[in-house]
């Protein structure tokens, strides 16, 4: 059974950064995208960055600068947020579509504070 693990939220200032990590355990077939969601206050989910198996990345527009995501050569993927403001408080997903289905997190909260 696949299972994602979330870490490195939590409270900061604005202005400050977090680094989030998603590892992936179990069995995965065929990894074709691995990527980081939002759900902040009073919005639907959305798209924050994500990585295709060839390498390319794909950003919301206005994340692209401040957030930087990246992967390791396992089933791990990072999101470093940098010049945190507090609109990106919510919660932070991370989602991995494998050949036969996709698989999300629990989630991680991050909280900023101005």
């Known amino acids: 059974q696949v299972q994602l693990m979330e870490s490195g939220g939590g409270a900061v200032q604005a202005g400050e950064s977090l680094r989030l990590s998603c590892a992936a355990s179990?069995?995965?077939?065929?990894?074709?995208?691995m990527g980081w969601y939002r759900r902040v206050p009073d919005k639907q989910r959305e798209l924050v960055a994500q990585i295709t198996v060839d390498g390319a990345t794909d950003y919301q527009d206005s994340l692209k600068d401040p957030f930087t995501m990246s992967r390791d050569l396992r089933n791990t993927v990072f999101l470093q947020m940098n010049r945190l403001k507090p609109e990106d408080t919510g919660v932070y997903y991370c989602r991995i579509r494998d050949f036969v289905r996709e698989y999300w997190g629990q989630g991680t909260q991050v909280t900023v504070s101005s």
């Open positions: 179990g069995k995965l077939i065929g990894i074709r995208v």
